[in-house]
């Protein structure tokens, strides 16, 4: 097998991680779904644009995923091969679970709150699997990035609860469901995710992303070079 072969071979395996992980990740976002006491700023946008469109939340999240994605190229980020996977596949998966929908709704604030915790904590270990492809970073993370920056005076921090701040609003204009569950997911998911992160002893900021660049035109060997 030639160095070419297994570097092939091996990115074949990542882009296999990337779309585990992000099928775990999305059953995750299916809980929270399922939650029923609000949903997550960008999910509440997805499904509040299925209202308006003819398509439905699976397809409304790439659509969306997709602009954002041109918008992370315009703004000149770095955009990995598992950026593109994920722009397409993620809202499809959660579609995938929401139509199959395994598990009765739930009708109780506790259940809720207990959902969207479970949820979150799924959505870490596929976040995990997706990031150590090392095949870079969702869309909607490298236009936080992107907008980083754009201000580079203003926390990052601030930029996130402004970006999420106009996601909601636009969510909610477009009849999003939007209540606890949006406030918990904004002020609860990092910390549920981090201890996830802690008991399973990974660091996000570790991962050596590659872009589309490195992935697709591989080095030359010594033999071609010659």
Same mark, same amino acid.
């Given at each position: 097998?030639?160095?070419?072969?297994?570097?092939?071979?091996?990115?074949?395996?990542?882009?296999?991680?990337?779309?585990?992980?992000? #099928?775990?990740?999305?059953?995750?976002?299916?809980?929270?779904?399922?939650?029923?006491?609000?949903?997550?700023?960008?999910?509440?946008?997805?499904?509040?644009?299925?209202?308006?469109?003819?398509?439905?939340?699976?397809?409304?999240?790439?659509?969306?995923?997709?602009?954002i994605l041109a918008v992370d190229l315009a703004m000149g980020e770095r955009i990995g091969l598992g950026t593109v996977i994920d722009a397409?596949?993620?809202? &499809?998966?959660?579609?995938?679970? &929401?139509?199959?929908?395994?598990?009765?709704?739930?009708?109780?604030?506790?259940?809720?709150?207990?959902?969207?915790?479970?949820?979150?904590?799924?959505?870490?270990?596929?976040?995990?699997?997706?990031?150590?492809?090392?095949?870079?970073?969702?869309?909607?993370?490298?236009?936080?990035?992107?907008?980083? =920056?754009?201000?580079? &005076?203003?926390?990052?921090?601030?930029?996130?609860?402004g970006l999420w701040s106009f996601v909601t609003l636009a969510g909610w204009l477009l009849g999003g469901p939007v209540g606890l569950g949006?406030? #918990?997911?904004?002020?609860?998911?990092?910390?549920?995710?981090?201890?996830?992160?802690?008991?399973?002893? #990974?660091?996000? =900021?570790?991962?050596?992303?590659?872009?589309?660049?490195?992935?697709?035109?591989p080095a030359r060997s010594p033999q071609e070079g010659s």
């Amino acid at each position: 097998m030639t160095s070419r072969d297994r570097g092939s071979r091996g990115l074949l395996l990542d882009c296999l991680r990337v779309v585990a992980g992000l #099928f775990v990740f999305a059953a995750g976002v299916h809980l929270t779904i399922l939650a029923s006491i609000g949903l997550a700023p960008w999910d509440s946008l997805g499904m509040g644009l299925s209202y308006h469109l003819p398509l439905n939340y699976g397809l409304s999240m790439t659509a969306m995923a997709l602009a954002i994605l041109a918008v992370d190229l315009a703004m000149g980020e770095r955009i990995g091969l598992g950026t593109v996977i994920d722009a397409l596949c993620t809202g &499809n998966f959660v579609q995938l679970f &929401n139509d199959l929908d395994p598990l009765p709704a739930n009708g109780s604030l506790l259940g809720g709150l207990v959902l969207m915790a479970v949820g979150f904590a799924i959505m870490a270990v596929g976040m995990k699997l997706y990031m150590e492809a090392g095949l870079g970073c969702g869309p909607r993370d490298a236009l936080l990035v992107g907008l980083g =920056r754009r201000l580079p &005076n203003v926390p990052i921090g601030v930029v996130e609860i402004g970006l999420w701040s106009f996601v909601t609003l636009a969510g909610w204009l477009l009849g999003g469901p939007v209540g606890l569950g949006t406030l #918990f997911a904004a002020l609860g998911a990092g910390a549920v995710m981090q201890v996830i992160y802690d008991a399973l002893g #990974f660091e996000p =900021r570790d991962v050596t992303h590659r872009g589309l660049g490195e992935v697709l035109s591989p080095a030359r060997s010594p033999q071609e070079g010659s």
